[in-house]
Nanobody, 120 residues
Framework: QVQLVESGGGLVQAGGSLRLSCAAS????????MGWYRQAPGKQRELVAT???????NYADSVKGRFTISRDNAKNTVYLQMNSLKPEDTAVYYC??????????????WGQGTQVTVSS
């Protein structure tokens, strides 16, 4: 009923930039928070950044000053602009949305993940 489709991952050299996008579609009544998480090989999934429907943001300390999260509520889309990328940013990046489907209760939904690889 709900799909989150990510795009924009890829291979980039250290110091470079990438922009991730995630579009939510389906039987959506209302989207609350949206965010990005990442999981590196052998590590647990961790929060990267979140943004509320009103535009308040929260970042992991490791990405503050380098990454910027934004959203377009009209398009049900969240973005992650990643600058000054480091090899330790290499991970699968997952989009998350807390939303209410039509006729349903709020719940958490995840995208399929997009690979970001930063070479040194």
């Amino acid at each position: 009923q709900v799909q989150l489709v990510e795009s924009g991952g890829g291979l980039v050299q250290a110091g470079g930039s990438l922009r991730l996008s995630c579009a939510a579609s389906g039987s959506i009544f209302l989207i609350y928070d949206m965010g990005w998480y990442r999981q590196a090989p052998g590590k647990q999934r961790e929060l990267v950044a979140t943004i509320t429907s009103g535009g308040s943001t929260n970042y992991a300390d490791s990405v503050k000053g380098r990454f910027t999260i934004s959203r377009d509520n009209a398009k049900n889309t969240v973005y992650l602009q990643m600058n000054s990328l480091k090899p330790e940013d290499t991970a699968v990046y997952y989009c998350n949305a807390r939303l209410r489907i039509i006729g349903g209760s709020p719940g958490d939904y995840w995208g399929q993940g997009t690979q970001v690889t930063v070479s040194s």
